[in-house]
């Protein structure tokens, strides 16, 4: 008799510790789930910054770019426009330009316009370099520009092409978005990591 009651009780302790151990890692499980969904959530934008997070948003529409600027040391989020593209405004040394973030793009790509702008001399620029745009083939003049910078995230020595013909808009290509340390795109935003 002695003999079953001791088992019954080994039987009991071995079930109650598996049944400890489950509930543990169903907690650890339901933990690790509810951390990513905030995460995830601030991310995307559906929780409310705080004065004190370092998050920076670019505010960017057809209409008006802006930046909202808070503490060094934040990233950078790029909201998608209405036309399903990523805008973002850039500070290329003293001037500010208007770029079509392309991952697509090896190098900064600025019109003719933006490159007069920011005190480019195009006329002694050399047109040497062949690049393909979306209306063919044509010549470029590879540049260096000194700072540039969106939101949170600068870079100094910036390659970039002048295009003079077939680029409407000025590309924020990878000779920039390559240097940060990553980026990363969202349903509602493109994510820079300085």
């Given at each position: 008799?002695?003999?079953?009651?001791?088992?019954?009780?080994?039987?009991?302790?071995?079930?109650?510790?598996?049944?400890?151990?489950?509930?543990?890692?169903?907690?650890?499980?339901?933990?690790?789930?509810?951390?990513?969904?905030?995460?995830?959530?601030?991310?995307?934008?559906?929780?409310?910054?705080?004065?004190?997070?370092?998050?920076?948003?670019?505010?960017t529409s057809a209409?008006?770019?802006?930046?909202?600027?808070?503490?060094?040391?934040?990233?950078t989020a790029i909201?998608?426009?209405?036309?399903?593209?990523?805008?973002?405004?850039?500070?290329?040394?003293?001037?500010?330009?208007?770029?079509?973030?392309?991952?697509?793009?090896?190098?900064?790509?600025?019109?003719?316009?933006?490159?007069?702008?920011?005190g480019i001399d195009?006329?002694?620029?050399?047109?040497?370099?062949?690049?393909?745009?979306?209306?063919?083939?044509?010549?470029?003049?590879?540049?260096?520009?000194?700072?540039?910078?969106?939101?949170?995230?600068?870079?100094?020595?910036?390659?970039?092409?002048?295009?003079?013909?077939?680029?409407?808009?000025?590309?924020?290509?990878?000779?920039?978005?390559?240097?940060?340390?990553?980026?990363?795109?969202?349903?509602?935003?493109?994510?820079?990591?300085?």
């Open positions: 008799m002695r003999l079953g009651s001791s088992q019954a009780r080994i039987a009991l302790r071995v079930s109650e510790s598996t049944m400890l151990k489950s509930a543990f890692i169903l907690a650890c499980a339901v933990s690790s789930a509810v951390a990513t969904g905030l995460i995830v959530a601030k991310n995307d934008g559906f929780v409310k910054q705080s004065a004190a997070d370092t998050f920076t948003m670019v505010q209409a008006a770019f802006t930046t909202s600027a808070t503490p060094s040391g934040g990233i909201p998608k426009a209405a036309d399903g593209h990523f805008w973002a405004e850039a500070r290329v040394n003293t001037t500010v330009v208007k770029f079509l973030v392309d991952t697509g793009a090896s190098v900064v790509a600025l019109t003719p316009e933006d490159a007069r702008r920011m195009l006329k002694a620029l050399s047109y040497d370099q062949e690049v393909s745009t979306a209306s063919g083939k044509t010549f470029a003049a590879r540049v260096v520009i000194d700072s540039m910078g969106v939101g949170q995230s600068r870079m100094e020595k910036v390659e970039a092409l002048v295009i003079p013909q077939g680029l409407s808009t000025s590309l924020l290509g990878m000779s920039y978005l390559g240097r940060l340390s990553r980026f990363e795109a969202t349903p509602r935003s493109l994510i820079l990591h300085p």
